[in-house]
């Protein structure tokens, strides 16, 4: 009989089955968790009390109803408060900011920042010559027009609301019998207002107050003709729910002149911006 034949048979090994990509969805939402998670950690570390607060309201009640609220615009954050300390951090971050500035050795005399009972207590302080304005007029000069650029583009961060004030010193203005220090004090703190409200500045309504108090608060009470006494006051005002009260303007102890009538009216508009004389 003729021998069988020999059947050999070989079995390859082979993969499993397609498994899909499902793992690769789960991975990708790790990661994303792991960054979130690592994003709030970083944010937490450099927070500040109000901003914590702000955080941990925020995703205890996201629709902004939660007793304890950082917003009281679902978590927008615009209520956080300033206090005092963080009146000071503000005050040092303006002032290097102003470090920036080529003609700062100049003006370093003429700018003086201030935490006071109000709020932060921002002073343009003119020379003689005229250091921010022109020479009896409400026109900015370049100088002025930097800072208040500056200041602007910094404060319009904050959650604040800000008021400006216009000071002259004693001596009357020389013009039109129409136009005195009362209206030379409200314009110069309306163009300041204008110039900081420009895009990339103050918001808006950010702007509560716009004063002009002329001779009436001079800041050297001893020579009312000091040319120190012309100056415009930008007030970063705490918040109306803050637990420290804030004084009306010039009774915190800082403001020459305290007591004295204030301008006719919190809003004053003129519209002579240009007339000079030397002050």
Same mark, same amino acid.
């Given at each position: 009989m003729p021998t069988p034949p020999i059947i050999i048979i070989k079995k390859?090994?082979?993969? =499993?089955?397609?498994?899909?990509?499902? !793992?690769? +969805?789960?991975?990708?939402?790790?990661?994303?968790?792991?960054?979130? &998670?690592?994003? +709030? &950690? !970083?944010?937490?570390?450099?927070?500040?009390? *109000?901003?914590?607060?702000?955080?941990?309201?925020?995703?205890?009640?996201?629709?902004?109803?939660?007793?304890?609220l950082g917003t009281t615009l679902a978590g927008t954050g615009e209520n956080i408060q300033l206090s005092k300390q963080d009146m000071a951090q503000l005050?040092?971050?303006? *002032?290097?900011?102003?470090?920036?500035?080529?003609?700062?050795?100049?003006l370093n005399k003429n700018i003086e920042m201030t935490v006071t009972a109000e709020g932060l207590r921002i002073e343009l302080i003119e020379s003689e010559k005229g250091t921010f304005f022109e020479s009896g007029s409400a026109a900015l000069n370049h100088n002025g027009q930097e800072l208040l650029t500056l200041l602007a583009a910094e404060l319009g961060k904050v959650p604040n609301h800000i008021s400006v004030e =216009?000071?002259?010193?004693?001596?009357p203005y020389i013009g039109k019998s129409s136009y005195s220090n009362w209206e030379l004090s409200s314009d110069r703190a309306n163009a300041a207002r204008r110039l900081m409200q420009q895009p990339e500045g103050l918001r808006p309504d950010q +702007?509560?107050?716009?004063? =002009?108090?002329?001779?009436?608060?001079?800041?050297? &009470?001893?020579?009312? &003709?000091?040319?120190?006494?012309?100056?415009?006051?930008?007030? +970063?005002?705490?918040?109306?729910?803050?637990?420290?009260?804030?004084?009306?303007?010039?009774?915190?102890g800082k403001e020459p002149g305290a007591g004295k009538?204030?301008?006719?009216?919190?809003?004053?508009?003129?519209?002579?911006?240009?007339k000079k004389a030397e002050k």
């Open positions: 390859k090994g082979g993969h =499993g089955g397609h498994h899909g990509g499902a !793992w690769k +969805v789960a991975y990708a939402d790790f990661v994303t968790a792991m960054m979130a &998670l690592f994003i +709030v &950690l !970083w944010l937490l570390s450099s927070a500040s009390k *109000q901003e914590k607060a702000a955080i941990s309201g925020y995703f205890k009640d996201p629709s902004g109803t939660a007793s304890k005050k040092e971050k303006l *002032q290097a900011s102003i470090q920036k500035m080529i003609d700062l050795d100049k =216009g000071h002259t010193d004693a001596k +702007v509560s107050q716009v004063r =002009g108090f002329a001779d009436q608060r001079l800041r050297n &009470l001893k020579d009312p &003709l000091d040319p120190a006494n012309r100056r415009i006051s930008i007030i +970063v005002q705490y918040m109306s729910s803050s637990n420290e009260a804030a004084e009306a303007p010039g009774e915190d009538p204030s301008a006719a009216g919190d809003k004053a508009e003129s519209g002579s911006a240009d």
